[in-house]
């Protein structure tokens, strides 16, 4: 009886900043300014009087054949690179990839991959996922990863990269079966 009262007249009280967990996770970080910029004139350099809609460099570089995406999608992966400093849980790592390779793959069809890239902006979704995953304090604070980061992240890279080198063997196919049919 004497413990249940002790109980009911308990009082909740928060604790100080001092005394919370140390490895607690904060709500949001700032990134460092660079990446910010580079997510930037990616993704949300211009825009379009009247319509308000935005585009970057992504959008712009994509327009060239064969390489654009290409080019653009190393940008991609050094964001990616840099989200191991900020020690981002791996599947926020698998997440990042997933939203290059969707930008990569879509982006590769002529026209059509360009305008997608407008819309999806892989870059600041990436920068949108690192500030909300982040475990470190600070931009400071991120230094350095990992080494099973950088091994996930390495992997990741590689199966893009794999991506990559097969449609550019699909394409080969797919044109030389069109120059020898047609030619005949």
């Given amino acids: 009886m004497k413990d249940e009262r002790r109980i009911y007249e308990a009082q909740i009280v928060p604790a100080p900043v001092e005394q919370t967990i ?4 904060p709500s949001t970080i700032e990134v460092e300014r660079n990446l910010e910029l580079l997510s930037r ?3 949300n350099l211009f825009r379009i009087p009247g319509l308000g809609w ?3 460099l992504d959008s712009i570089i994509g327009l060239v054949p064969g390489v ?5 999608s190393v940008v991609s992966l050094y964001i990616l690179a840099s989200a191991v400093r900020y020690r981002v849980p791996k599947i926020t790592l698998l ?7 969707i930008d990569w793959a879509v982006g590769a069809v002529p026209f059509a991959g360009d305008a997608f890239d407008a819309y999806w902006k892989s870059n600041k979704r990436n920068i949108e996922l690192i500030r909300q995953r982040a475990t470190v304090r600070s931009a400071e604070e991120a230094r350095e990863g990992r080494a099973s980061d950088w091994l996930f992240v390495g992997i990741i890279m590689l199966v893009l990269i794999a991506i990559l080198l097969g449609s550019l063997a699909v394409s080969v196919i797919i044109l030389r079966w069109l120059l020898n049919y047609f030619s005949l």
Avoid at 95 to 100: A, E, V
């Fill in 68 to 72: 654009g995406d290409s080019a653009t």
């Fill in 54 to 56: 935005r585009f970057g």
């Fill in 41 to 43: 004139w990616m993704d």
């Fill in 95 to 101: 997440r990042m990839g997933f939203n290059i390779g």
């Fill in 22 to 25: 140390e490895g607690a996770r």
